[in-house]
């Protein structure tokens, strides 16, 4: 079965600092999304991804797909306490069914 | 626009218990599936329904089954409750065609087992 591995698992960093977070997949994906979470909250949607060597952003996170469709990366750029939270990697497996990476936990000192 | 609306927020159970969680889809969506995240994890897939009907399953038992209501909302039950089902369950809806669909998720409801 497919899964997604993230890395690294937490983050602390000081605020106006750039980070990058990881998604690696151990098949192919055919979408990557991106997702963040406040703790103990739902999910909210960032950004999917489907095609080889994809790029977007927004605001100041952009994420990338690799041209094998394996890994993603999420980069934040002059990070703020507002980015603190759980970002969360996800694919859908089958016509129906998601699966998630285990989120690393950000937090940005002030 | 209403979003995903899930109830209740927070919930506290004693073990061999049941209990059942609601959630309303986003206006437009037909497919509601359930996920459940334990604390420090990724949420896992527990089940999806449209027009009423389970429609795929993850890795959970017996004990974890759910219903759709003819307005697209949705029901997770949980019976013979474990201290290990404690967790955020988390709904999301979905519109019902195929292919790459992005969900839209609830806030989520914190069962604690006791």
């Known amino acids: 079965s497919q899964e997604l591995e993230q890395s690294p698992q937490s983050l602390i960093v000081q605020e106006g600092k750039n980070l990058t977070i990881n998604c690696t997949s151990s098949?192919?994906?055919?979408?990557l999304y991106w997702y963040k979470q406040k703790y103990g909250e739902g999910l909210i949607f960032l950004m999917m991804?489907?095609?080889?060597?994809e790029e977007k952003s927004h605001e100041k996170i952009t994420a990338k797909l690799d041209e094998k469709k394996q890994q993603s990366s999420l980069h934040i750029t002059a990070s703020q306490p507002s980015h603190a939270g759980i970002y969360l990697c996800g694919a859908q497996t089958g016509t129906y069914k998601y699966i998630f990476g285990t989120g690393t936990r950000l937090k940005v000192l002030a | 626009d209403a979003g995903v609306t899930q109830s209740p927020t927070h919930l506290i159970k004693t073990r061999g218990q049941q209990v059942t969680l609601r959630c309303s889809p986003k206006?437009?969506?037909?497919?509601v599936s359930w996920y459940q995240q334990a604390l420090g994890q990724g949420p896992q897939f527990i089940f999806q329904y449209y027009e009423e009907e389970e429609r795929q399953r993850g890795n959970f038992p017996d004990r974890f089954s759910g219903h759709q209501f003819p307005n697209y909302s949705s029901e997770l039950n949980v019976n013979a409750l474990l201290l290990g089902d404690s967790a955020l369950y988390l709904c999301?809806?979905?519109?019902?065609?195929?292919?790459?669909?992005?969900?839209?998720f609830g806030s989520g409801t914190q069962l604690s087992v006791l």
């Open positions: 098949k192919t994906l055919y979408g």
């Open positions: 206006s437009g969506h037909d497919t």
């Open positions: 999301a809806s979905s519109p019902g065609n195929r292919g790459q669909v992005k969900l839209f």
């Open positions: 991804l489907q095609k080889g060597g």
